[in-house]
T-cell receptor
Framework: GENVEQHPSTLSVQEGDSAVIKCTYSDSASNYFPWYKQELGKRPQLIIDIRSNVGEKKDQRIAVTLNKTAKHFSLHITETQPEDSAVYFCAAAIGANSKLTFGKGITLSVRP | DAGVIQSPRHEVTEMGQEVTLRCKPISGHDYLFWYRQTMMRGLELLIYFNNNVPIDDSGMPEDRFSAKMPNASFSTLKIQPSEPRDSAVYFC?????????????FGQGTRLTVV
């Protein structure tokens, strides 16, 4: 089955700096890659996603890039703010069955 | 729509007792997922349904765990008998068909503590 890994497990950045979170996946058939943000004590919520026919997608301060050859994708957050502090999960799915496999999450801390 | 609704929000039970977690997916969503979240293992997929039919239960840890979806608007995850290592946050999520949109909407979760 699919295996999704995230590195590093924790990341601390200064407010205003950029943060990059990387994920790798194992199943070349995966074609849908979402990123979820989970604030403390709350549910995971989708922040951005990308499909395999696209190499990059942006939404204001966040962007996701996908390298299908290397089987990795990354989340980029620019001009980080304290409210960006949360756990971020990447996931991969084969669209036909919509089964999402999540990475273990990375805790991002933005220092004021 | 009120989103995915889970109950109870918190459950504390004694080892050996039966625990039933409940989920109401978003109306019109074809897929329903049960996840378990722990610090050590992150978000683990336990089982998922498509149109009320279990598709993949390979993530169910043991026979003590069972899940049902008797209709499109209700699912249960049952643990019998419960053990302390089952303590975790259990999330239910639902999504539409791939062609429409694959975002998985999560419920608020049920925090289970087995003592």
């Amino acid at each position: 089955g699919e295996n999704v890994e995230q590195h590093p497990s924790t990341l601390s950045v200064q407010e205003g700096d950029s943060a990059v979170i990387k994920c790798t996946y194992s199943d070349s058939a995966s074609n849908y890659f979402p990123w979820y943000k989970q604030e403390l004590g709350k549910r995971p919520q989708l922040i951005i996603d990308i499909r395999s026919n696209v190499g990059e997608k942006k939404d204001q301060r966040i962007a996701v890039t996908l390298n299908k050859t290397a089987k990795h994708f990354s989340l980029h957050i620019t001009e980080t703010q304290p409210e960006d502090s949360a756990v971020y999960f990447c996931a991969a799915a084969i669209g036909a069955n919509s089964k999402l496999t999540f990475g273990k999450g990375i805790t991002l801390s933005v220092r004021p | 729509d009120a989103g995915v609704i889970q109950s109870p929000r918190h459950e504390v039970t004694e080892m050996g007792q039966e625990v039933t977690l409940r989920c109401k997916p978003i109306s019109g969503h074809d897929y329903l997922f049960w996840y378990r979240q722990t610090m050590m293992r992150g978000l683990e997929l336990l089982i998922y349904f498509n149109n009320n039919v279990p598709i993949d239960d390979s993530g169910m840890p043991e026979d003590r765990f069972s899940a049902k979806m008797p209709n499109a608007s209700f699912s249960t995850l049952k643990i019998q008998p419960s053990e302390p290592r089952d303590s975790a946050v259990y999330f239910c999520a639902s999504s539409q068909d791939w062609l429409v949109g694959t975002e998985a909407f999560f419920g608020q979760g049920t925090r289970l503590t087995v003592v």
